[in-house]
């Protein structure tokens, strides 16, 4: 009698070039790090591994904390992780909420048992350090909490006077760069972060799986003298320091080997590039996708004081159906993008401008895919004015930088 896994082909995943907010492609190398020979978690070849990502990630997050790792789990681990360690039952935090991302924060921290002061602000809109200030001289707080990019909205989050404030008010601040992190600045000292994390799968462009995540030497001993355990075992911080960084190597979980040696890679990439390089980079696409957006006259959503070069938010156009533009998008070219989250869903796309998928090719034929796409329901007359504002953004840069290059 055959089975029913008899009946199913191997997998065969489609080509795609990806544009939304994560995943993003996987340089060669990276991938090659995935099909590598798997060791055990303990094995010294491994325990070099961990040490060399360590390492790395310090220098992709700037900082001089011991404690930098990768966690098991996605973004969201990160996230689950940073509070459930830092929040006992009866605390309570401030939660800075602009979109998505924050909102989901509150909710971790009322199921940690702790009670959400949140702080919000429009989506489109950062959150203004001066309600975080008054927040926390009205409340003992024990947290702050914020997202340095709103992927919801492609915003930015000034984070210096969130920083301070919670300094001067001792409380523990929590920062969200997984939209952030590989693509532009993120410096978790400087903001004076207790805690700072990040997912593998958007600027670092390493597969999704794993939540690199640094804590400052005061947070992990608050963490090691909490009065009650951290409330779920798989992510108490001091059982993954001490994998990560103690004499023993304690065994705590069978860590995900080849997704370690794809992150190690990934990061390698981010630190052979070089931060500012990389940083510029990404800026320069998000210039190039802004000029072909305003070509096609779409507007951008958000405050323009404050957009994320690493996700673009673009608004629709009423008259058209804007999921099967995507649709289309990603059946015709292959590109995929992401629609719009929450009370913006159908009237928003949000783009990714992020690591590997950061590419003129990318750039180019993503504008000209939404040309021709918006044109078919009527929208412009798909003239190639989108990817020609695009081109002009590209060799503008490709002047100014032989211009550097020429003069003595
Ligand atoms: C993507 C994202 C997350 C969640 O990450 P997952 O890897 O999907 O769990 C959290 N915060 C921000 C800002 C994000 O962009």
Request: proline fraction near 6%.
């Amino acid at each position: 009698m055959a089975s029913d896994s008899t009946t199913v082909s191997p997998v065969r995943p489609p080509q795609r070039i990806l544009m939304a907010p994560g995943p993003t492609e996987l340089p060669p190398t990276v991938i090659q790090a995935l099909i590598a020979p798997l060791t055990g978690h303990k094995d010294p070849f491994f325990l070099s591994v961990m040490d060399d990502t360590a390492r790395l990630l310090r220098q992709v997050f700037q900082t001089r904390n011991r404690t930098c790792l990768s966690l098991p789990g996605t973004g969201g681990a990160g996230m689950e992780a940073a509070l459930t360690n830092l929040i006992q039952p009866g605390d309570t935090a401030v939660v800075c909420i602009n979109g998505l991302f924050g909102e989901r924060m509150a909710e971790i921290v009322r199921r940690c048992g702790g009670k959400a002061v949140t702080v919000t602000a429009p989506w489109g809109e950062p959150v203004d350090p001066d309600d975080v200030r008054r927040a926390l001289r009205a409340e003992r707080a024990r947290v702050v909490m914020a997202t340095h990019g709103e992927t919801s909205t492609g915003i930015q989050q000034p984070l210096d006077e969130i920083g301070q404030a919670a300094r001067e008010h001792d409380a523990m601040l929590v920062v969200d760069t997984v939209a952030t992190l590989g693509g532009i600045r993120v410096v978790p000292d400087q903001w004076n972060c207790a805690i700072c994390f990040s997912a593998s799968q958007k600027c670092l462009s390493a597969p999704p799986g794993l939540a690199p995540i640094t804590v400052s030497d005061d947070a992990m001993a608050y963490i090691r003298g909490r009065a009650t355990p951290v409330q779920n075992w798989y992510f108490d911080l001091d059982f993954h320091d001490r994998y990560w960084f103690a004499e023993e190597r304690a065994y705590h979980h069978t860590a995900p080997v080849l997704l370690t040696y794809a992150l190690r890679e990934a990061v390698r990439l981010v630190v052979e590039e070089g931060l500012d390089d990389r940083f510029a980079r990404h800026k320069l696409h998000q210039k190039a996708l802004t000029a072909g957006i305003s070509a096609l006259e779409l507007d951008l959503f958000g405050n323009p004081t404050f957009r994320l070069p690493t996700v673009v938010a673009v608004r629709t156009p009423d008259a058209v159906d804007e999921a099967r533009v995507r649709a289309e998008l990603l059946n015709e070219f292959g590109v995929e993008i992401a629609g719009g989250l929450g009370a913006q869903a159908g009237k928003i796309w949000r783009i990714g401008v992020m690591g590997y998928s950061a590419t003129q090719d990318n750039i180019l034929l993503l504008l000209a895919g939404i040309e021709t796409l918006l044109a078919r329901q009527g929208y412009g007359n798909d003239t190639g004015a989108a990817v020609a504002a695009a081109s002009s953004v590209y060799s503008a840069a490709r002047g100014a930088a032989a211009a550097v290059a020429h003069t003595p």
